[in-house]
């Protein structure tokens, strides 16, 4: 007879988890405690070895592929409906304050009568949000009604960067209320038109995401995706754009356009390491502005020899033509508009290129659930995922969830 699944799933939990305490030992590295503090450098024991880092990916996939084996399904459809729940109940702890409040209660925890009186909220409504988070270890009740943070609760203290979450359970919560209700419009249905959106229909505002955050009353919203996108890109390899091509077989005096390139956050570690070359950043007035005084502060150098120019420009009106441009450098732009009008903007693109012009897209690719026997024969540089052992899923199953809900989260929002 052949294995089951739920044996190999074990099996994979049980050679990784070796694979990671290896690791651990050899570098004098400890697997976090689920009941400690979050920091980043508890994150150490999944970076730098990439082995290590997988194996603990796949530790993660297999347990929750174990789970969907084994509870029953109306359970783990229930959890997937009543995830609204969840993010509520993440909000309202997020409005209120708690986890600052049990910061400075540490790990005794606090009775949640003395957070009530803290922060103004209903004890015993608090106290419902705080179990149910809790059943998901998101906070810990460490004796009836007293409550401490956990690794994973701490994520929302206010002194990290929380904006961006604040911001998926409003505006994000809010348009993805109304997903079906475009989906059924037949007006709207298969629009690709950036006024057409869930987003849209929910502010009762008929506008782009970018008009309706321009709106008087949306500057907090305005100000906190800005606050939320520093925070996502600090979450990234700060020196992503060198890997996404081959900056050195460019020429002294080679211009690159970073194309919707906010704060410069790509070009920077390009300038930094590549000085030969000129840069223009491109974006809206309000964000160019913000740009400059970032850059004459951290980067002045380079703002005043014109290595890097700040420029004001609509991507769906057409480029300078004067300038002998080698890159096009776009770091996720098109993933915020439909394919209708990704067009648009790589014909202006393709209308101020040279010959010899190169397109460099940095977009996030969700791959399929299964594996794709086609995937190589594609043959597209950078777009090839790495691939989970079976019996797991392909993608590394809800592991990877984070990527396919920010691919949800931006169809109902732009």
Known sequence: MSPSDAGQLLELISTSLATVEKSCETRGLNIPNLDELYHPA????RYGDPVAAEAADII???????????LPPQVT??????????????????????????REAGP??????????????????????????????????????????????????????????????DETFKAAAYA?????DPTTSRSSEPTDTPLSRAMGVKGTMWEIFARPENAFRARRFNIGMRGVRALQPIDASLDAFDWKSLSDGAVVIDVGGGLGTSALPITRDFPG??????????????????????????????????????????????????VF??????????????????????????????????????PCTCHDPFEKERNIPGASSRQAPAPLLANFGAVADLGYQADIAASPVV
């Not at 508890?42 to 024991?45: C, D, I, N, P, Q």
């Not at 229930?78 to 997020?94: D, E, H, P, T």
């Not at 010959?355 to 969700?366: F, G």
């Open 329 to 366: 450098l776009l770091k996720a732009v098109l993933h915020n508009w439909s394919d209708e009008y990704s067009v648009r903007i790589l014909t202006n693109l393709r209308a101020a290129a040279g010959p010899d012009t190169k397109l460099v897209l940095m977009e996030t690719i969700i």
């Open 277 to 326: 070359l000129r840069l223009f950043v491109q974006d809206q007035p309000s964000v160019v502005t913000e740009a400059k005084q970032l850059w004459a502060r951290t980067m002045p150098e380079a703002l005043e020899s014109g290595r890097v120019v700040f420029e004001v420009q609509d991507f769906f009106k057409p480029q300078a033509t004067s300038r002998n441009i080698s």
């Open 77 to 102: 459809l229930y959890q997937a409906v009543g995830g609204l729940f969840k993010s509520a109940a993440i909000r309202v702890c997020l409005e209120s304050n708690v986890t600052e409040i049990l």
């Open 42 to 45: 508890s994150e150490a024991f």
């Open 180 to 184: 079906w209700e475009s989906l059924s």
């Open 108 to 169: 005794e925890g606090m009775h949640v009568d003395d957070i009530g009186t803290k922060n103004g909220q209903d004890p015993q409504k608090l106290g419902r949000f705080l179990r149910s988070l809790a059943n998901n270890h998101i906070y810990r009740e460490v004796k009836p009604n007293v409550f401490s943070n956990t690794r994973i609760s701490s994520l929302l203290d206010t002194l990290k960067p929380s904006e961006q979450l604040l911001a998926n359970l």
């Open 60 to 70: 993660g996939a297999a347990a929750l592929h174990l789970a969907a084996i084994f």
